[in-house]
């Protein structure tokens, strides 16, 4: 078949460029173009042979052989416009006017030729056009009825009487008839194999990109049942596509999300939108490890009409693409941790200059103002005042002293600077040795303070930052107590854990207030109408030194009832200092934190 590989190329080189675009609509212009250029060639080329039997051919014979001519300039017409349905058209009526003209000739009706008219509408038919066959069929109803209406009337000659005379040009139009009609049979086969293999390039293509690709598609059903799901469903979701047919997807979703889930799809049936919903489905099969686990999956809906034309909101199937985005997810919920930190911060520093503007200010003023005054020559002090003056000036300065304490402390405890230094000593004379510190203070306040220690053993743990803790709570207990209440202070050794309690029974803290202790700066009365002075660092710097001790507090308190704060330490933290490490303290931190932002916080194993 080399011989035609030129042929086949000059057909081709003929298609228009704008059908070169679809493969379907290039295959039907070269099904239209090549027979015709091919069979009238071959008759014209056949004339000469014709002559050499037959002699010199009638008029209607030599009509006939020009007739040839109108396919191939007809096919000329398809390849310099590309109006395939215009081309079939004047191809219908072309061969119905060269039947219609040789049946008029040899008969009418009973003619040889009339047999032709059938194959009008058949050509017709490969155009794919409704209108091509419709308009086909016509002309061939038109010429088969003026045949028949001239054949009534006597105006043809009888089939009879020509059928002599046109003898050869009758089995030449049988011939032809056959094989024209096997020239669209051809074409129509190759139609066919040729839809028929583009049809499966196109599916196989599909089903490659349905392979491959990372989202789930699906199609719904009118009562949100799932009737198809690409390969993909199998790696996001780690169960067969099978288990997601019907309504086994839907069982998968989150019990909370589903509402959202089943709404995205009726919005999506119903109103001929796009929809757009994220949920929660849980992933793997029943049994499995990771059967509990769920994925964040993003779901886009669109509806899908298999009859545009026809079908209803009801009929409407959807078709969805899920996708997911658990990592998304993940990365906006660092990011509202985030914010809710950088507002936490923020929040902290209005926090800091609001209490420090207050705290600094009031002793650096009294300082100021006793020192300017004693040192004033105009002003004459007696040696009494001048006592009481200095007494305010140390007392404010050792007040401004132990602030700057505070916030270095803070400082280091928040950076992991500040270093534990562990030493064996018994409790009992630190505790005694910090209430008799404190005892003259609680007595100006008209506070008992009262101690209750039972007999303890020595224990490892850094006795100055223990005083440090005792102080606090003893003071913070004083301070907010009022006169003619009551602190008690209460000390107990169980097992490997040492436990101090400092109760008292004064004014309380609000429930709303409790899970703030402990925060920098925080006091549970707002600064501006806070009756007691003082930093809000107390109970932050004893929460630190408890941590890095690997130790626990806890906090009850009930307003105008009173407070009880515990603290657990470890009897020998040299024995535990591997468990309570940084890490730990990062952890206990952040967890913190996430309960006092109300963000749920992962925790380490």
């Known amino acids: 078949m080399s011989f035609l590989t030129p042929v086949w190329s000059y057909v081709e080189a003929l298609v228009h460029p704008a059908a070169q675009q679809d493969a379907l609509t290039a295959a039907r212009h070269r099904a239209f173009i090549a027979p015709r250029l091919l069979g009238s060639f071959a008759a014209l080329a056949s004339f000469p042979v014709y002559i050499a039997f037959r002699g010199v051919p009638s008029a209607l014979e030599a009509g006939v052989f020009a007739w040839l001519v109108a396919p191939i300039l007809i096919a000329y017409f398809l390849s310099r416009t590309g109006r395939y349905e215009s081309a079939h058209i004047l191809s219908s009526l072309s061969l119905t006017g060269l039947v219609g003209v040789v049946a008029w000739c040899t008969g009418g009706i009973g003619s040889f030729a009339a047999i032709w008219l059938v194959l009008v509408p058949l050509e017709a038919a490969l155009s794919a056009s409704r209108r091509v066959v419709a308009l086909a069929s016509t002309f061939a109803l038109i010429a088969a009825g003026l045949l028949l209406i001239f054949s009534a009337t006597g105006l043809l000659p009888p089939a009879a009487a020509e059928a002599n005379e046109h003898g050869a040009l009758a089995a030449l139009g049988i011939i032809s008839a056959a094989l024209y009609a096997t020239g669209l049979a051809l074409g129509a086969e190759s139609l066919a194999r040729t839809t028929f293999w583009l049809l499966y390039a196109e599916e196989d293509r599909y089903r490659l990109l349905a392979r491959n690709i990372t989202d789930v598609i699906t199609r719904h059903g009118r009562n949100g049942a799932v009737l198809f799901v690409s390969p993909a469903a199998e790696t996001l979701f780690g169960v067969a596509t099978g288990e997601l047919a019907g309504h086994g997807l839907f069982e998968r979703v989150h019990v909370g999300d589903r509402p959202a889930y089943l709404t995205a799809l009726a919005d999506a049936a119903a109103l001929g939108e796009v929809r757009s919903v994220e949920f929660r489905i849980r992933r793997g099969a029943d049994g499995e490890a990771q059967a509990g686990r769920f994925v964040w999956v993003e779901m886009r809906c669109r509806p899908f009409d298999r009859v545009a034309e026809t079908a209803s909101a009801g009929e409407r199937e959807v078709v969805a693409v899920l996708r997911d985005v658990s990592d998304r997810k993940t990365q906006e919920r660092a990011i509202e941790i985030a914010r809710a930190e950088s507002e936490r ?77 562990p030493e064996p000593f018994v409790p009992t004379q630190a505790i005694a040795g910090c209430c008799d510190l404190l005892a003259l203070k609680a007595r100006d306040a008209g506070v008992e303070l009262k101690t209750r220690i039972a007999e303890l053993p020595e224990i490892v743990v850094d006795r100055r930052a223990l005083n440090q803790i005792l102080i606090n709570l003893i003071s913070n207990a004083i301070k907010f107590t009022p006169r003619g209440g009551k602190v008690t202070v209460s000390a107990a050794c169980e097992g490997s854990t040492f436990t101090v309690s400092v109760e008292d029974t004064g004014v309380g803290i609000g429930e709303d207030d409790l899970p703030r202790l402990g925060e920098a700066f925080f006091q549970a009365r707002a600064s501006y109408d806070r009756k007691h002075d003082g930093s809000g660092l107390g109970l932050s710097i004893v929460k630190g030194l408890v941590q890095l001790h690997g130790g626990d507090i806890d906090i009850r308190s009930r307003l105008n009832e009173g407070t009880r704060i515990t603290v657990q330490l470890p009897v020998d933290y040299e024995g535990i200092k591997g468990v309570a490490d940084p890490i730990k303290l990062v952890t206990q931190r952040a967890s913190e934190f996430a309960v006092a932002a109300r963000i749920p916080v992962k925790k380490s194993a």
């Open 345 to 421: 911060a923020n929040a902290a520093k209005s926090r800091f200059l609001a209490t420090m503007s207050h705290e600094l200010r009031t002793p650096l003023n009294a300082i100021i103002g006793f020192s300017e005054m004693m040192f004033d020559e105009s002003l004459v002090l007696d040696d009494a005042r001048k006592v009481e003056y200095a007494k305010v000036i140390n007392e404010s300065g050792r007040h401004l002293l132990s602030v700057v304490n505070g916030i270095l402390d803070m400082s280091k405890m928040e950076t992991g600077n500040f270093e534990i230094a």
